[in-house]
């Protein structure tokens, strides 16, 4: 065999070289992933729903606005949400870099995945049927027939059924309502209460008015199931696979766990308490509640009828201190810890008693400030500050636009604003321009505000006159007991 010449060697290592060279910078053939490091600042698009982003008391809510907001934490980044009026607005969004992802479950269908890029957890939902809760609930979609099924005109539901009909060889009666007349939830709300037998909604939506509605069944299945995740762009697949990433973490997924709980089965009609207390208040004989004294003392100071008071703590908790509801708020008041914090109160404090109501006295004087220059009539005005008291200002103040661009009087709530909240569940109403707190059901405001109205006669007729008497008897003999000390009666302050 020849020698290899020192030429020759020379030439293998180079040759050698650029191989490994190659090799390195190609990656075998593969390109390196190129790495994005998320923003400081993450602009977020969603629509408003009553399952992914709502307002309730000036928070914030939804099932896909806490696990981004999740996400957001756990990546240490800020987020701005951007709220579209609809489903094709968002996915433009998407598209120009408006948003950079979308909170909101989006279809993952062919012709979606065309426009966009699917990240996240999927969900999957079908069309249920809704009935009342009984020993003789439909069992299968074949016992449609000669039944009796109520849908919204051109929904996704009515096709639904058309289909189903067809397959079944005809029989099912089914009604089509005209659209943005009644939702969804309006539907299912019927069915509880007798007035049509039964319905066809998502399984999502139907899980979330079940928390406050027990007396449906939702168990049958009327269509396949129907696959659905957030999403980004197809240039920022980047930030999916970090969403991908954040989803499949066993933090998330507990995070994620919390959430479905929260919004789609622990009841809404229940108060919920989450610390134990050794603490047992009893309501003295011929008392209202255990914090008439408290109820008493601060409505005094405010000006605001002591009963009133009462009847709001009544209905708000049932005079339950350790009272948490699913929102968040907690107390016999049931404040809002942002409401807590607004006014300087600690968390930690915020089922105290005394402090909890003394917060809430506060709000309602704010509250009645806010209105005092629009509604003029002292008990027309109490209406619409125990309607913001519940469901926020925001939301009251909507509903007063819409009174007064459809004709009602902004001014009177029985019939007139109150009916316009109640448009407020419908997106023909809540994206109307003069809306700016977007979609919210507010049948719940309306029964609040009949109860508490409801319960302040009730306690106002059969107790004032002999708590009257009492408090006058035992205000004389303090105020003897104090000119004999040389004390004088103050002006109480902030506990």
Request: net charge neutral.
């Amino acid at each position: 065999m020849a020698p290899i010449t020192t030429e020759r060697r020379l030439l293998w290592i180079v040759a050698a070289a650029a191989v490994l060279l190659w090799l390195a910078g190609c990656g075998g053939g593969k390109s390196a992933p190129q790495r994005h490091p998320l923003p400081d600042v993450l602009d977020v698009g969603t629509l408003y729903s009553p399952t992914s982003f709502f307002i309730l008391r000036g928070d914030t809510l939804g099932y896909d606005y806490d696990r981004f907001s999740d996400f957001a934490r756990t990546k240490g980044i800020r987020l701005r949400w951007h709220v579209a009026p609809n489903m094709a607005t968002l996915i433009r969004w998407l598209r120009s870099d408006t948003v950079q992802a979308a909170a909101y479950e989006i279809p993952v269908t062919a012709e979606y995945r065309k426009l966009v890029h699917s990240c996240g957890a999927e969900n999957i939902t079908y069309q249920v049927l809704i009935q009342r809760a009984s020993d003789s609930v439909l069992t299968d979609v074949t016992q449609l027939v000669g039944r009796d099924v109520y849908v919204e005109h051109g929904s996704r539901y009515e096709s639904r059924l058309r289909n189903l009909d067809n397959e079944l060889g005809g029989g099912i009666r089914i009604h089509a309502i005209p659209p943005d007349t009644l939702m969804p939830e309006d539907l299912i709300d019927m069915v509880a209460r007798g007035e049509i037998p039964l319905t066809v909604v998502d399984s999502d939506i139907a899980q979330m008015r079940r928390t406050r509605v027990d007396s449906i069944d939702i168990s049958l299945q009327v269509s396949f199931g129907q696959r659905s995740s957030w999403a980004v762009s197809h240039h920022n697949t980047w930030l999916g696979d970090s969403i991908d990433a954040w989803a499949k973490s066993s933090g998330a997924q507990a995070y994620s766990k919390t959430a479905l709980r929260r919004y789609f089965e622990m009841s809404k009609s229940e108060q919920h308490a989450l610390t134990d207390s050794d603490t047992v208040y009893i309501t003295p004989p011929g008392a209202i509640s255990p914090f008439d004294s408290l109820f008493r003392h601060y409505g005094e100071q405010s000006g605001i009828d002591w009963y009133l008071l009462v009847a709001i703590g009544y209905v708000e908790s049932g005079f339950d201190p350790h009272a948490v509801s699913w929102a968040g708020a907690r107390g016999i008041m049931q404040l809002m810890p942002s409401t807590a914090r607004a006014y300087d109160l600690p968390l930690e404090k915020i089922e105290q008693p005394e402090a909890n109501i003394y917060v809430s006295v506060r709000t309602l004087l704010d509250i009645n400030a806010q209105f005092k220059d629009s509604v003029e009539n002292i008990s027309e005005r109490s209406r619409f500050v125990l309607a913001s008291y519940n469901a926020g200002a925001g939301h009251v103040l909507d509903a007063i636009e819409l009174a007064r661009k459809y004709g009602k009087d902004p001014h009177v709530w029985n019939d007139n604003v109150e009916e316009c909240i109640l448009w407020k569940s419908n997106p023909q109403y809540y994206n109307d321009r003069v809306c700016r707190y977007g979609y919210f059901r507010g049948q719940e405001t309306v029964e609040y505000v009949a109860k508490v109205e409801q319960q302040y006669f009730y306690y106002k007729n059969k107790y004032e006159e002999k708590h009257e008497t009492k408090h006058k008897k035992k205000h004389h003999e303090k105020t003897k007991n104090h000119h004999r000390s040389g004390t004088g009666h103050g002006r109480a302050a902030a506990p």
